[in-house]
């Protein structure tokens, strides 16, 4: 099992910033890689950022790409995503995942959820 917590969430107004933190603990080895995802009122959770523990080798979704960036603490188990020209569309609950991988689809536990709102 993987736990997983989640912080940073908040207010921020249109082409502010933001940083999440998302702490691992438990059994943090058995997945190689860390994942962001978001999910907006009356959308499905997508895609937004991924980091392997390793090498940090990351991979980000096409609408956050040059404005988000991911990175990891390993000493700390901790993963963070720096949120820059936020925009109104990126208001969703973003939740931290443990994956098996950098694919997407490789998400095996789940934080509870930090929310974002951007105003315009």
């Known amino acids: 099992q993987v736990q997983l917590v989640e912080s940073g969430g908040g207010l921020v107004q249109a082409g502010g910033s933001l940083r999440l933190s998302c702490t691992a603990s438990?059994?943090?080895?058995?997945?190689?890689?860390m994942g962001w995802f978001r999910q907006a009122p009356g959308k499905e959770r997508e895609f937004v950022a991924a980091?392997?523990?390793?090498?940090?080798?990351?991979i980000y979704a096409r609408s956050v790409q040059g404005r988000f960036i991911i990175s990891r603490d390993n000493a700390k188990s901790t993963v963070y995503l720096q949120m820059n020209s936020l925009k109104p569309e990126d208001t969703a609950v973003y939740y931290c995942?443990?994956?098996?991988?950098?694919?997407?689809?490789?998400?095996?536990?789940w934080g509870q959820g930090t929310q974002v709102t951007v105003s315009s």
């Open positions: 980091v392997t523990w390793s090498d940090g080798a990351t």
């Open positions: 438990g059994r943090t080895f058995s997945n190689r890689a």
């Open positions: 995942a443990s994956q098996k991988g950098l694919n997407p689809s490789s998400a095996a536990y």
